[in-house]
T-cell receptor, first 114, second 109 residues
Framework: DTAVSQTPKYLVTQMGNDKSIKCEQN?????MYWYKQDSKKFLKIMFS???????INETVPNRFSPKSPDKAHLNLHINSLELGDSAVYFC?????????????FGPGTRLTVT | GQSLEQPSEVTAVEGAIVQINCTYQ??????LSWYQQHDGGAPTFLSY????GLEETGRFSSFLSRSDSYGYLLLQELQMKDSASYFC??????????FGDGTTLTVKP
């Protein structure tokens, strides 16, 4: 059984396009996250939602917009893609915000912007 | 602000013991987590320390000293499959974990 899943696994697109990445967790967790991992493997949190409400919004360009239709799903929409957006994007979940010390990560979406 | 420091690379041989250190500067500290990430894979949770002392889970142990703002991950009886990146992460205010830049561990035969 897949705990945290993301689609697509790979995404290649051109600058200026708009794309979405979807994430779903079947762990019954209340809190979900989006991370960006760049080519140097630095892992940076972007957003966190608890029970569909945004609780963390790091300094991220407003071209990035998360949406949580329900607590099992957290999608990431990116407008006007730029070369610097190329990275691996990980979705993660935890039981609750206070349990974010133990997060379950999805397999990642490798985004390449050309 | 907050910062975490861990070595960028560590190399060891099979069967050896290796220690990966993590020092941090942060406000509102709750605890320190460790994650493992193999190349091409996702980070997976290894351990968490909220209190001072050593937590042991099989071949892996994690230590925390809150007064020294310092922790480490100890890997014993190293195996080739332990070659991976290891991240320490500080849990601050509820819902926010800040990750270190990662330590690449290479285990040689």
């Amino acid at each position: 059984d897949t705990a945290v899943s993301q689609t697509p696994k790979y995404l290649v697109t051109q600058m200026g396009n708009d794309k979405s990445i979807k994430c779903e967790q079947n762990l019954g967790h209340d809190t979900m996250y989006w991370y960006k991992q760049d080519s140097k493997k630095f892992l940076k949190i972007m957003f966190s939602y608890n029970n569909k409400e945004l609780i963390i919004n790091e300094t991220v360009p407003n071209r990035f917009s998360p949406k949580s239709p329900d607590k099992a799903h957290l999608n990431l929409h990116i407008n006007s893609l730029e070369l610097g957006d190329s990275a691996v994007y990980f979705c993660a979940s935890s039981q609750a915000p206070g349990d974010s010390y133990e997060q379950y990560f999805g397999p990642g979406t490798r985004l390449t912007v050309t | 602000g907050q910062s975490l420091e861990q070595p960028s690379e560590v190399t060891a041989v099979e069967g050896a013991i290796v220690q990966i250190n993590c020092t941090y500067q942060t406000s509102g500290f709750y605890g320190l987590s460790w994650y493992q990430q193999h190349d091409g894979g996702a980070p997976t949770f290894l351990s968490y320390n909220a209190l001072d002392g050593l937590e042991e889970t099989g071949r892996f142990s994690s230590f925390l000293s809150r007064s020294d703002s310092y922790g480490y991950l100890l890997l014993q009886e190293l195996q080739m499959k332990d070659s991976a990146s290891y991240f320490c992460a500080v849990l601050r205010v509820a819902g926010k974990s800040t990750f270190g830049d990662g330590t690449t561990l290479t285990v040689k035969p």
